[in-house]
């Protein structure tokens, strides 16, 4: 009877100290963007700014439920990433703005934090969630990057959704390919979506997932789906993921750069974005912005343009999110 006693006591005690640890041991932390550009309050119509947090705000809590309920963070960046791919807001999946010869060539790239394992697919039009495609390059194949038709086929292989092309059609992209082209304008930079998280396992994932430049050219590929430029991931220092003018962001390979910082430097992390977003990219007249949350969770969203779609939450704070300078 006493044995009994003893292991119900047991029992009990290792309940509470999963409670305790439940609340007070485990640290998770996502924070996503949905794009940084020079757009200010002016820009964007009331409706269209409800319309923007509040699907932030979807893909934010989701992520959050999912860290909260001991899930992975590459499920989390994963199915956050899929909110926003999924939604037309976004210069991501359906949102994709249109190449010049009017297609959507779509990029996409996810890394694991605790292998260093990664993939990322490239210039593909029918996969309708381009970040799942990368995942499965990462888990299901020996490669990290696979562009065009390959990478259709793979995906298709892989049981993945795979839509007409008509389904990246939005009135709105497709409009504003035809001003830039009369105007002869090359670029429109915001819109591209990415996640990092940080999971009670103290793993890091962070994934990027974009329609590119409008207007872009010759199978023009960006720097999201290209590991250490768009995305990088890596427990010992941090996740990143980038949005801005991709040319710049694969030259000066700005996701590892950040990590570089913190590993070799010993720097924060607020310190090595604020550094390598606001000194050496503004020097170089690149706009753009970066995500990031280091492996004691503490989270940076840094841009050196007017406005950046963004958002974050951790175990011990709820989600918020922002679009323009606001702190
Ligand atoms: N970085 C993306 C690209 O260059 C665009 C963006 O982030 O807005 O393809």
């Known amino acids: ?10 029992f009990i005690y290792y309940l509470i100290f999963l409670q305790c640890h439940n ?11 949905g794009g940084a550009g020079n757009f200010s309050e002016n820009d964007i119509s009331e409706t269209k700014q409800l319309e923007y947090s509040a699907k932030l705000m979807e893909a ?3 992520g959050d439920s999912i860290l909260k309920n001991n899930g992975t963070s590459l499920q989390a960046v994963e199915q956050v990433i899929k909110i926003l791919e999924d939604s037309p807001l976004f210069n991501a999946g359906k949102g994709a703005v249109f190449t010049n010869a009017g297609t959507n060539e779509l990029d996409a790239s996810i890394m694991d934090g605790k292998t260093l394992k990664a993939g990322a697919v490239a210039g593909v039009g029918d996969i309708k969630n381009p970040i ?20 259709s086929i793979f995906a298709r292989e892989q049981g993945l ?54 207007n872009k050219k010759y199978g023009r ?25 991709g040319e710049f962001f694969i ?27 606001n000194d050496k990219l503004k020097n170089a007249k690149a706009d753009g912005g970066l995500i990031g949350i ?4 503490n989270i940076c969203m840094v841009f050196n343009t007017t406005g950046m779609f963004r958002g974050s939450a951790t175990n011990n704070k709820k989600p918020e999110v922002f679009m323009f300078g606001e702190k």
Do not use: W
């Open 1 to 10: 009877m006493k044995i009994f006693g003893l292991i119900i006591s047991i």
């Open 23 to 33: 609340a007070y041991g485990q640290k998770y932390a996502i924070v996503i963007h």
């Open 60 to 62: 934010l809590v989701l």
């Open 132 to 151: 799942s495609a990368a995942l499965k390059v990462m888990t299901n194949s020996n490669h990290v990057l696979l562009a065009g038709k390959g990478a």
């Open 161 to 214: 959704e795979i839509v007409d092309s008509s389904y990246f059609y939005t009135e709105e992209r497709f409009k504003a390919l035809e001003k830039q082209k009369s105007a002869e304008e090359q670029i429109d930079k915001k819109g591209t979506v990415g996640c990092v998280a940080l999971d009670n396992f103290g793993n890091i994932a962070a994934g990027t997932s974009t329609g590119g430049m409008s």
């Open 221 to 245: 590929v960006g720097d999201s789906p290209i590991i250490g430029a768009g995305t990088y991931a890596d427990n010992q220092t941090c996740g990143i993921s980038c949005t801005g003018h």
């Open 251 to 277: 030259r000066y390979a700005v996701a590892y750069d950040v990590s570089a910082l913190i590993k070799y430097k010993g720097m924060q992390i607020n310190e090595a974005a604020d550094f390598v977003i």
């Open 294 to 297: 280091d492996k004691n969770g």
